[in-house]
Nanobody, 123 residues
Framework: HVQLVESGGGLVQPGGSLRLSCTTS????????MAWFRQAPGKEREGVAA????????DYADSVKDRFTISQDNAKNTLYLQMNSLKPEDSAMYYC?????????????????WGQGTQVTVS
């Protein structure tokens, strides 16, 4: 049974930084596509950043390119999202997700394992 647990959210001022963490258990971390999604009140969930944990290939939504960085620590089975230059529009619940295969990195349809989310508020 795969479990994903996010942490690191909080309240930050515009222009500030946060680092989210997602710790995985119950699966071989090295064989997944993993991603961060976010959902703001009244909006659809959207993909933010994704990584192939085996090869390290990454993908980002245009809205966060050059500001967010997704990375992994295979030894700790942990996924990170470093968020810099945060804007009020980045405020949302952030979710970590994992999949064995995806048709597109930021397409949520193929992600089958999800964490409970961590709230990020930029204000």
């Amino acid at each position: 049974h795969v479990q994903l647990v996010e942490s690191g959210g909080g309240l930050v001022q515009p222009g500030g930084s946060l680092r989210l963490s997602c710790t995985t258990s119950g699966a071989s971390y090295s064989s997944y596509s993993m991603a961060w999604f976010r959902q703001a009140p009244g909006k659809e969930r959207e993909g933010v950043a994704a990584i192939n944990t085996g090869g390290g290939t990454t993908d980002y939504a245009d809205s966060v390119k050059d500001r967010f960085t997704i990375s992994q620590d295979n030894a700790k089975n942990t996924l990170y999202l470093q968020m810099n230059s945060l804007k009020p529009e980045d405020s949302a619940m952030y979710y970590c997700a994992a999949a064995g295969w995806v048709r597109a990195w930021l397409d949520q349809r193929d992600y089958i394992h999800w964490g409970q989310g961590t709230q990020v508020t930029v204000s």
